[in-house]
């Protein structure tokens, strides 16, 4: 049984810092390519940041380049996503995503084969 599970989130002042963390089991996580999305509330899930199978390549949508930064420690089989300079509008559940395919496959939600229940970050003015 395949499991994802997010740590990490909570609350933060604007300008601060947060780790996320996933921590997968069931699966070979270096066989997966692994994103990070967010819902906002009343909004759709929207990708947030992706990562090779090799940690090699990466890719973010725009509003989070400079700030976060995507990471994998395979034989943890566990990711990250190390946020910072982080502003209200980063409030969202943020939810670990696993897929077979590229990293480019997984920004859309359609693309992705195994979900976590997500963590709630807040981020206040």
């Known amino acids: 049984q395949v499991q994802l599970v997010e740590s990490g989130g909570g609350l933060v002042q604007a300008g601060g810092s947060l780790r996320l963390s996933c921590a997968a089991s069931g699966l070979t996580a270096s066989n997966y390519a692994m994103a990070w999305f967010r819902q906002a509330p009343g909004k759709k899930r929207d990708f947030v940041a992706a990562?090779?199978?090799?940690?090699?390549?990466?890719l973010y949508t725009d509003s989070v380049k400079g700030r976060f930064i995507i990471s994998r420690d395979n034989a943890k089989n566990t990711v990250y996503l190390q946020m910072n300079s982080l502003k209200p509008e980063d409030t969202a559940v943020y939810f670990c995503?696993?897929?077979?395919?590229?990293?480019?496959?997984?920004?859309?939600?359609?693309?992705?084969?195994?979900w976590g229940r997500g963590t709630l970050v807040t981020v206040s003015s």
């Open positions: 995503a696993a897929d077979l395919g590229s990293i480019t496959d997984m920004t859309d939600e359609g693309g992705v084969l195994y």
């Open positions: 990562v090779s199978w090799s940690g090699g390549r990466t």
